[in-house]
């Protein structure tokens, strides 16, 4: 979507102040943990732009809170799994090679959002470690869910999603389908899973050097899980600025996942 097509749906700038009255409205408040996708065209034409959209969610959440969001780097892993675009294979080794490492205070996100984008620069804000699947967290218990993130449990049980689902944090989507805790439902799920090999350049000790990891494959079928899910939970629907937004309990629905996954996958 265009900056244009934002001016023409929207009936007035969007300011930091609606988005705040609109997260409230939909639920949100001073002391949550509170763990967000979103998508900052989905707003509407937003006065400020990105930083706007953070010092809103901030603002609402207050520091006596939480609030974090995947800040994933996809461009780092390993090119053998890379679909958009996919590279010939002739090149894969040499970019593994060559890939400069991660690092939380500079390598920038990947399919994330401008939100997201904007918000691990932010003041405050930490970054986990994992050159892949890092997460970043501002608020009273940052520190604790971006600690320790294993690279061998992107998004299990040593990672922030795991963290974040011991301080009963809640989901909110701003205009977007994205729903990672999902794959912290999969870690936990007893099926017959399939696991593939990722990698990510990382920086130790000042030297660069190339870390594998195992991961389970994940199936097209979060949608269904979510369906299954809204039929006998809470989940919380609005609008923040023009976006559909929905604010559920990530405990709940991991839990739910895991045992739909076990039913059905």
Request: aromatic share 6%; charged share 30%; net charge negative.
């Amino acid at each position: 979507m265009t900056e244009g097509d934002a001016v023409e749906r929207t009936p007035e700038p969007i300011t930091t102040e609606r988005l705040e009255a609109d997260l409230r409205d939909l639920g949100l408040s001073a002391g949550d943990t509170v763990l967000v996708h979103s998508s900052l065209s989905a707003l509407g034409w937003v006065s400020g732009g990105a930083p706007a959209a953070v010092d809103a969610l901030m603002g609402v959440v207050t520091a006596a809170g939480t609030l974090a969001m995947p800040t994933h780097s996809t461009q780092l892993s390993d090119p053998t799994h890379w679909e958009n675009p996919p590279v010939p294979d002739e090149w894969e080794e040499r970019i593994r090679e060559t890939s400069p490492p991660f690092r939380p205070e500079l390598t920038p996100t990947r399919g994330m959002g401008a939100i997201a984008d904007c918000f691990r620069d932010y003041p405050g804000v930490v970054r986990s470690r994992h050159p892949t699947t890092s997460f970043a967290a501002w608020g009273a218990d940052a520190d604790v869910v971006v600690a320790d993130h294993a690279y061998d449990s992107p998004l299990g049980e040593r990672s922030p999603l795991a963290r974040l689902d011991e301080l009963d944090a809640r989901v909110l989507r701003l205009g977007v389908d994205a729903n990672t805790s999902l794959h912290l439902a999969e870690y936990r799920a007893d099926y017959d899973k399939s696991f593939e090999t990722n990698g990510g350049p990382v920086l130790e000790d000042g030297e660069r050097r190339w870390v594998s990891f195992e991961e389970p494959e994940s199936e097209d079928d979060f949608r269904d899980v979510e369906a299954a899910f809204e039929e006998d939970h809470e989940v919380r629907r609005g609008r923040v600025g023009e976006a559909d937004a929905t604010l559920l309990s990530q405990r709940e629905l991991v839990e739910f996942g895991a045992k739909w996954m076990e039913e059905n996958r």
